[in-house]
């Protein structure tokens, strides 16, 4: 197990697990990864001690931003237009 919590620090501190909470309604956790493909977060995931041990499985679930958020500043122009 500590071999689990040192790799999964060293993924927090090299950018590559974003946030990380406990799961309140059965045993687990869940990593909001920063990588730019399913493929990325397989990767990483897979080279976890307990994952390479075959004591822990995943499911990957694709994020992204909430797009219908601009169609409140459909009018307003964006921080970087105001500035030059």
Known sequence: MD????????LYLAGKIDQWYVRK???GVVFVLNTTSL?????????????????????LIPLG????????????PSPAAQTE
């Open 3 to 10: 071999s689990e919590v040192r790799d999964t620090v060293r």
């Open 39 to 59: 493929e990325d977060a397989h990767r990483l995931l897979d080279g976890l001690p307990l994952v390479k041990a075959n004591l822990m499985q995943f499911d």
């Open 65 to 76: 931003p909430l797009s219908p958020l601009g169609l409140l500043l459909k009018d307003t």
């Open 25 to 27: 309604d059965q045993n």
